[in-house]
């Protein structure tokens, strides 16, 4: 079955960074867009970064552009989302996403920025 488990978040400071891991399994990730997305209280999830099956094309969103970075491993099953520059506002629940025949969610990872 589809497995999506990320890891990495935690605590933050302000213009500092982190570094979110999405070990997948179950299907053909190497031939699948990923894709990271966010949720902060009371607003809803937000597309935050997306990488092509091959690594070279990927985009973001305008409010994290220049300070986060995504990319994947294909021999490891794995894509990542590097953030630099942390701000408050990038606190959310952080999930992975496969779209695979159908849409798969990782169970999210808490960032939170703050000092």
């Known amino acids: 079955q589809v497995q999506l488990v990320e890891s990495g978040g935690g605590l933050g400071q302000p213009g500092g960074s982190l570094r979110l891991s999405c070990a997948a399994s179950?299907?053909?990730?190497?031939?699948?867009?990923m894709s990271w997305y966010r949720q902060a209280p009371g607003k809803e999830r937000e597309l935050v970064a997306r990488?092509?099956?091959?690594?070279?094309?990927?985009n973001y969103a305008d409010s994290v552009k220049g300070r986060f970075t995504i990319s994947r491993d294909n021999a490891k099953n794995t894509v990542y989302l590097q953030m630099n520059s942390l701000k408050p506002e990038d606190t959310a629940v952080y999930y992975c996403?496969?779209?695979?025949?159908?849409?798969?969610w990782g169970q999210g990872t808490q960032v939170t920025v703050s000092s």
């Open positions: 996403n496969a779209v695979y025949g159908q849409i798969y």
């Open positions: 179950g299907f053909t990730f190497s031939s699948t867009v």
């Open positions: 990488i092509s099956s091959s690594g070279g094309r990927s």
